[in-house]
């Protein structure tokens, strides 16, 4: 029978829809501009699709672990580690000594590239770690594509391969003020489960790729439409949406424009709410991350299933370079809203120049 140590890290992601664009250090400013903690639902969604009949838990009390479980309806667990009221960096830590100490065979973990980097200190290489996907950004190449690919992977733990999966370290700082610097922290050992196990995002620059950006947005800007609230997403390719309209946005947040004019700059949930259900009709752009794949829930929380909806699914255009598209070969969704993710349908076409589109795969969590 494998034993499966769990975590969660209660404040993962709770900067994301709030446009804090993570949550090292900054808990209090979230909760001040009303978020609220998303980590535990995703764990259960997670842990709602293991079948436990072979499987025995080691977790932590509480929030960081033992009240998901419950939820979940696993009864197997026996807590090893016990936080306090507010949980830290140092209780991740901690908490994956006590599950070495244990004799561990797998590490899950509900949280972000923060909470991977921790435990990463903690076990090294030592036992092999899974991340369900409940951050902000989710950089590095050790969580499931999706909380659904769990159960998955766990039925199959013993006789699955195990590749390096690379753990990022991404500057919050730098994110924040509108610069992507990631630097490579170390390799964990992961689960290989082609399609059930994201890659590492990657950052190309090449000449190439630039133009390709250009003529993409050169197409956007010529089929931009009056009176339309256009929600523009983060990354490079969407950045060159808002130059080629001399509009000075956010490379790393999300824009909104109409008329060619800038509406909202850096906009949290709460302003795309506001601007949508004041009736105005709107169309939302985003392009995925590069190798991920990911189109809409993963760094780009403030484009929320609330906010989609509001747009209506068929009003969502991805844009992507040709050479990005290369590296990707299917695109995901991770909204955690099924019945949402099911108005996409299976395929996808992607603006990939000047009038040009490819039809990717689409795979919802």
Request: a negative charge; aromatic letters at 6%; charged letters at 25%.
């Amino acid at each position: 029978m494998a034993t499966i140590a769990f975590l969660i890290n209660p404040i993962a992601g709770m900067g994301g829809t709030v446009g804090l664009k993570g949550t090292d250090r900054l808990v209090d400013e979230a909760r001040r501009r009303g978020a609220v903690p998303r980590a535990e639902e995703r764990a259960v969604a997670a842990l709602s699709t293991v079948d436990a009949k072979c499987l025995t838990f080691l977790t932590c009390g509480g929030s960081m672990g033992e009240n998901a479980l419950t939820r979940a309806g696993i009864a197997s667990y026996r807590v090893v580690y016990m936080p306090g009221a507010e949980t830290s960096a140092a209780d991740t830590s901690a908490a994956a000594r006590a599950f070495l100490a244990e004799g561990a065979d797998l590490l899950l973990f509900c949280g972000g590239d923060g909470t991977a980097r921790d435990l990463f200190d903690a076990v090294d290489a030592t036992i092999p770690i899974l991340g369900i996907p409940a951050g902000v950004k989710m950089y590095s190449g050790v969580f499931a594509t999706s909380p659904s690919r769990v159960g998955e992977i766990l039925a199959r733990t013993s006789d699955l391969a195990f590749r390096d999966g690379e753990v990022m370290d991404v500057d919050e700082e730098a994110y924040r003020g509108g610069t992507l610097a990631t630097r490579l922290y170390g390799y964990a050992k992961v689960p290989h489960l082609p399609s059930g196990v994201q890659g590492c995002k990657t950052v190309g620059e090449a000449a190439d790729e630039e133009r390709a950006k250009e003529e993409i947005a050169r197409f956007i800007a010529d089929v931009m439409a009056d009176d339309i609230l256009y929600i523009i997403g983060a990354g490079t390719t969407t950045a060159a949406i808002t130059r080629a309209l001399g509009i000075e946005g956010t490379l790393l947040g999300v824009d909104v424009i109409k008329n060619r004019n800038l509406v909202a700059r850096d906009a949290c949930e709460r302003d795309l709410l506001r601007l949508v259900e004041a009736g105005e009709r709107c169309r939302i752009i985003v392009s995925p991350i590069g190798a991920q794949g990911f189109v809409l829930g993963r760094g780009t929380q403030q484009i929320s299933p609330a906010v989609v909806r509001k747009a209506g699914a068929g009003r969502v255009t991805v844009v992507a370079t040709p050479q990005k598209l290369a590296a990707t070969p299917a695109l995901y969704i991770d909204l955690g809203d099924p019945e949402l993710e099911a108005q996409f349908g299976d395929v996808v076409e992607v603006v990939s120049g000047y009038c040009i589109a490819q039809r990717k795969p689409l795979i919802h969590s």
